[in-house]
């Protein structure tokens, strides 16, 4: 065997294509549409590498287009999610021994995998499967993922290189073991780049993985998984399940072998798995890693000072791109009366502009939600505030005849305690409450006071004084904190992204940080020429 300390390719940030009238790329994207439309794919679980086709097949339609038909999902139960665990378990031994280097290369190979040959069929199964524009596709779904895989393999080889230091006569160091167990990884159906990142993370850290899945997103789930294996992924180190949760918790909490679970979801579902996981503790052979990104009720603050137009645009991108489902979307703003008539005139003039509409349409800037339990959950909202006389300044519409289309809508709200600035809507829903300007400090204990949730927040501001007072009283109210821009577009390697509170484990996605929490470091200690005599020099006769 040949050896060498090996240093991956320095990592650099996917460059985001533009999909300009005439240019290249549109034309590509658009003939990848056209052809996952002409065709209704039937779509497997991956097991142990084999293609598992239960018969039990569900329907996959456009959250815009409900009348087409894109394919059908084979979804499993209890036997496919414990032949999982089997396949994981019996994959590990010659995963987690396998050289760092070779598991680093299969990651990097899909990376450059989805950033050429599979780049538009990834972004048209997300615009199709659930709803993206083509901007916020390729900023998820081509550059994002590129961005997990690349930046993760050199946070891995960061880890191994981090070394204790050693005294004379001995060599210290730290090995990072998988660890003992497999891994779940539940993944949501907003960002493709998160369901490809959860799975392969701790997978690159030498584990092996149970992967379910959001229903909503099996579709763009189906081309990852494409990737992953013609990238070399070996048999049985990531597997593909199509379950629903209650069953895959079941069989998953319950195994003595569960080593760590990678969530991204509800707050109240992960509480839950947290509850689940502790009633269990003393059945698991190790403590497993708990690490989950949650909810989020992201805050908007505006002082007298802040730039009207910079601060309308960031609200109207913050609150409605990609409808608003987005756990860093700006949710709730708190904006003072001085600069208010002006901001809302701003937001009204672009929301009198924005078309809503199919992802094929691509001057479209709002598409569809996801599906029609959202649907009622965001319209439920809506025309509660109606019942409670709240002023509706734009938006309140909404239709689901052909697909989940919800208006843009923002609320003011006379109380900033009402209920859409407390509870996470994920819809394009943007509450506002107006304050006098000689408030600013007292709006900010409002600000970290008034949600569970502490993941993304925004000041907008050109007084430095109170930018800074801002960032240190809302120090803990955001896990992610931004000056003069939105709360969302965190991008990989340059803001690691998660929050604490009711809005997750903030185990940061995107730095070294994540990375170390599917490791279990071993210490070793080696001494070269051991003494060999118990005696000290403290016990010799004076």
Same mark, same amino acid.
């Given at each position: 065997m040949n050896y060498g300390i090996f240093t991956? *390719?320095? *990592?650099?940030?996917?460059?985001? !294509?533009? !999909?300009?009238?005439g240019s290249k790329e549109r034309e590509l994207l658009k003939k990848a549409i056209q052809e996952l439309k002409s065709k209704e794919l039937d779509i497997p679980m991956f097991i142990g590498g084999e293609e598992v086709r239960t018969g039990n097949r #569900?329907?996959?339609?456009?959250?815009?287009?409900? @009348?087409?038909?894109?394919?059908?999902?084979? #979804?499993?139960g209890r036997e496919e999610v414990e032949r999982a665990i089997r396949a994981a378990l019996n994959a590990k031994e010659l995963w987690e021994n396998m050289s760092w280097e070779h598991r680093a290369s299969i990651f990097l190979k899909a990376a450059e995998l989805i950033s050429s040959k599979y780049r538009y069929e990834l972004n048209a199964a997300t615009m199709l499967g659930q709803s993206k524009n083509v901007f916020q596709a390729e900023?998820?779904?081509?550059?994002? %993922?590129?961005?997990?895989?690349?930046?993760?393999? #050199?946070?891995?080889?960061?880890? !191994?290189?981090?070394?204790? %230091? @050693? @005294?004379?006569? %001995?060599?210290?160091?730290?090995?990072?073991?998988?660890?003992e167990g497999f891994v779940f990884a539940l993944t949501p159906f907003n960002f493709t780049a998160i369901a490809g990142n959860l799975p392969t993370s701790p997978a690159m850290m030498g584990n092996c993985v149970v992967w379910k899945p959001a229903e909503t997103q099996i579709y763009s789930a189906h081309v990852l998984m494409k990737v992953f294996r013609e990238a070399g992924v070996p048999d049985g180190v990531i597997n593909l399940v199509f379950v629903d949760g209650p069953t895959a918790g079941e069989v998953i909490f319950?195994?003595?072998?569960?080593?760590?679970?990678?969530?991204?979801?509800?707050?109240?579902?992960?509480?839950?798995?947290?509850?689940?996981?502790?009633?269990?503790?003393?059945?698991? #052979?190790? !403590?497993?890693?708990?690490?989950?990104?949650?909810?989020?009720?992201?805050?908007?603050?505006?002082?007298?000072?802040?730039?009207?137009?910079a601060l309308a645009t960031a609200l109207i991108r913050g609150a409605f791109e990609y409808q608003g489902q987005k756990c860093s979307a700006a949710s709730r703003a708190y904006i003072p009366s001085s600069i208010w008539e002006e901001v809302k005139n701003y937001m009204l003039a672009d929301l009198k502009e924005i078309k809503m509409g199919s992802v094929e349409d691509f001057t479209c800037f709002i598409n569809a939600v996801i599906d029609e339990k959202s649907f009622d959950k965001i319209t439920g909202y809506i025309e509660q505030a109606k019942k409670d006389g709240v002023n509706i300044i734009a938006g309140g519409n909404y239709d689901k005849t052909k697909g989940f289309f919800i208006e843009p809508t923002i609320l003011q709200v006379q109380d900033p305690m009402y209920v859409t600035m407390q509870e996470e809507i994920f819809g394009p829903v943007l509450s506002v409450y107006v304050y006098q300007p000689e408030n600013f400090e007292d709006v900010l204990t409002l600000v970290d006071k008034t949600? *569970?949730?502490?993941?993304?927040?925004?000041?907008?501001?050109?007084?430095?004084?109170?930018?800074?007072?801002?960032s240190k009283r809302l120090r803990h109210s955001a896990g992610n904190f931004y000056i003069n821009d939105k709360p969302t577009g965190a991008v990989v390697g340059q803001q690691p992204f998660g929050g604490a509170r009711a809005s997750g484990t903030n185990d940061k996605a995107g730095s070294m940080l994540n990375l170390l929490r599917w490791t279990s470091a071993r210490a070793i200690k080696e001494t070269f020429v051991p003494p060999t005599d118990y005696k000290y020099p403290f016990m010799a006769e004076s």
């Amino acid at each position: 065997m040949n050896y060498g300390i090996f240093t991956i *390719p320095e *990592p650099k940030n996917e460059p985001v !294509y533009g !999909y300009a009238p005439g240019s290249k790329e549109r034309e590509l994207l658009k003939k990848a549409i056209q052809e996952l439309k002409s065709k209704e794919l039937d779509i497997p679980m991956f097991i142990g590498g084999e293609e598992v086709r239960t018969g039990n097949r #569900k329907r996959i339609a456009p959250p815009h287009e409900l @009348s087409h038909t894109l394919g059908y999902y084979h #979804k499993g139960g209890r036997e496919e999610v414990e032949r999982a665990i089997r396949a994981a378990l019996n994959a590990k031994e010659l995963w987690e021994n396998m050289s760092w280097e070779h598991r680093a290369s299969i990651f990097l190979k899909a990376a450059e995998l989805i950033s050429s040959k599979y780049r538009y069929e990834l972004n048209a199964a997300t615009m199709l499967g659930q709803s993206k524009n083509v901007f916020q596709a390729e900023i998820d779904s081509a550059c994002e %993922i590129i961005d997990f895989l690349r930046f993760n393999v #050199k946070f891995m080889e960061q880890i !191994y290189r981090e070394q204790p %230091i @050693s @005294s004379a006569g %001995i060599w210290n160091r730290v090995e990072h073991r998988a660890l003992e167990g497999f891994v779940f990884a539940l993944t949501p159906f907003n960002f493709t780049a998160i369901a490809g990142n959860l799975p392969t993370s701790p997978a690159m850290m030498g584990n092996c993985v149970v992967w379910k899945p959001a229903e909503t997103q099996i579709y763009s789930a189906h081309v990852l998984m494409k990737v992953f294996r013609e990238a070399g992924v070996p048999d049985g180190v990531i597997n593909l399940v199509f379950v629903d949760g209650p069953t895959a918790g079941e069989v998953i909490f319950a195994h003595p072998d569960f080593a760590g679970i990678h969530f991204t979801g509800g707050t109240s579902t992960f509480q839950r798995i947290w509850k689940t996981i502790g009633e269990n503790i003393a059945i698991y #052979k190790t !403590y497993p890693r708990i690490v989950g990104e949650t909810g989020g009720k992201d805050f908007v603050l505006a002082h007298h000072s802040a730039d009207t137009k910079a601060l309308a645009t960031a609200l109207i991108r913050g609150a409605f791109e990609y409808q608003g489902q987005k756990c860093s979307a700006a949710s709730r703003a708190y904006i003072p009366s001085s600069i208010w008539e002006e901001v809302k005139n701003y937001m009204l003039a672009d929301l009198k502009e924005i078309k809503m509409g199919s992802v094929e349409d691509f001057t479209c800037f709002i598409n569809a939600v996801i599906d029609e339990k959202s649907f009622d959950k965001i319209t439920g909202y809506i025309e509660q505030a109606k019942k409670d006389g709240v002023n509706i300044i734009a938006g309140g519409n909404y239709d689901k005849t052909k697909g989940f289309f919800i208006e843009p809508t923002i609320l003011q709200v006379q109380d900033p305690m009402y209920v859409t600035m407390q509870e996470e809507i994920f819809g394009p829903v943007l509450s506002v409450y107006v304050y006098q300007p000689e408030n600013f400090e007292d709006v900010l204990t409002l600000v970290d006071k008034t949600s *569970p949730y502490a993941l993304t927040g925004a000041i907008f501001a050109q007084d430095r004084y109170a930018i800074d007072l801002a960032s240190k009283r809302l120090r803990h109210s955001a896990g992610n904190f931004y000056i003069n821009d939105k709360p969302t577009g965190a991008v990989v390697g340059q803001q690691p992204f998660g929050g604490a509170r009711a809005s997750g484990t903030n185990d940061k996605a995107g730095s070294m940080l994540n990375l170390l929490r599917w490791t279990s470091a071993r210490a070793i200690k080696e001494t070269f020429v051991p003494p060999t005599d118990y005696k000290y020099p403290f016990m010799a006769e004076s």
